[in-house]
């Protein structure tokens, strides 16, 4: 054969190749684009329920000594924040009918708190008709919850605040852990070092094996429609999960969606950025010891400063308000 027909057999030979190798670069590009947009979603639609965790609630109620991570949360506006901008970010916001779909793909909701969590997810029950119910509600609050080998019991919070149960004394505890453990035989109470590592992992181990059991459920459920895909809980590295019990905040999963010749599967934390109080200033008026937010106008020798009102009122300082402004 001439040169000519050589190359006409050669290009019929890997046109077929080329084809599909266009085919599939075109795929992966628009299953990446889709990718990104469902992240956008995501991110977007936690960041705005983290917003609204603490907008509308009474933050009244908390005592004026509480740390600042102890907010009120207004758990329903930021769960109708996190699907209302879900929707929109899907373009299904007035298609009840493919949001009933997205859905599905939400097996669990965290809300982070400061002394325990939530968590949103399906449930199943018989209602008074007979008829078996079935929506996303949300679950009791789950205490960051610790027990050691002599008995004693520890409920975490985000900081330092704790409440402790002495075996020994048969007594209860709450304070900061470097006032309440001069109050109990607690071990753990003794070493802050420790004491932080064990907070950590006691509440990221008590929020992971709630969203496992939560996520298990879920497909136990959506098997039922026929979903062959099985939710997991996705690993989360260590850092995300250092942020997540520094403050309050949202944790959301969407997974299983079919996209290209694979599914999406991710998650997104986001935290409240809670509104730190002003900080609180221990100083000197003449003889007496007294505490004020740092924002007052006040020129006293400063003595030391603390997180909270009712750490400096437990180191034996008197409140002190501002002269232009409540304290």
Not at 32 to 39: H, K, M, V, W
Not at 89 to 103: M, T, Y
Not at 304 to 318: C, I, L, N, R, V
Request: glycine share 6%.
């Amino acid at each position: 054969m001439k040169w000519i027909e050589w190359a006409i057999v050669g290009a019929l030979i890997f046109l077929p190749f080329a084809t599909v190798n266009r085919i599939e670069v075109e795929t992966q590009r628009k299953a990446l684009l889709t990718e990104l947009r469902y992240n956008a979603a995501l991110d977007a639609a936690v960041d705005d329920a983290a917003r609204m965790l603490t907008v509308n609630a009474n933050q009244q109620r908390e005592t004026q000594y509480e740390s600042a991570k102890r907010v009120v949360l207004n758990k329903d506006e930021a769960i109708a924040a996190f699907y209302r901008t879900l929707y929109a970010s899907f373009g299904i916001a007035d298609d009840p009918v493919a949001q009933g779909v997205l859905g599905r793909y939400i097996p669990a909701i965290a809300v982070i708190g400061y002394d325990g969590f939530y968590v949103y997810a399906e449930e199943e029950w018989t209602g008074a008709d007979g008829n078996t119910e079935r929506k996303p509600v949300w679950g009791a609050k789950k205490p960051y919850a610790y027990a050691d080998s002599s008995g004693n019991s520890l409920s975490f919070t985000l900081d330092d605040f704790v409440l402790a149960y002495d075996a020994d004394s048969r007594s209860w505890h709450e304070g900061l852990r470097a006032d309440v453990r001069h109050q109990t035989n607690i071990a753990l109470l003794k070493d802050a070092e420790r004491f932080e590592q064990v907070r950590r992992s006691t509440i990221v181990r008590a929020i992971e094996d709630e969203l496992a059991y939560r996520i298990n459920k879920h497909n136990e459920s959506v098997s039922r429609y026929g979903f062959s895909y099985t939710f997991t809980l996705p690993t989360i590295s260590q850092e995300e999960w250092h942020n997540t019990v520094d403050d309050v905040g949202v944790l959301a999963f969407i997974q299983g969606i079919p996209m290209g010749g694979k599914f999406y599967n991710n998650y997104a934390l986001g935290g409240s950025r809670v509104l730190k109080k002003p900080e609180i200033v221990g100083a000197r008026k003449g003889s007496m010891k007294v505490y004020y937010r740092s924002t007052c106008d006040f020129t006293y020798p400063v003595e030391e400063t603390f997180s909270s009102e009712k750490a400096a009122a437990q180191k034996g300082y008197m409140p002190l308000g501002c002269p232009d402004s409540p304290s």
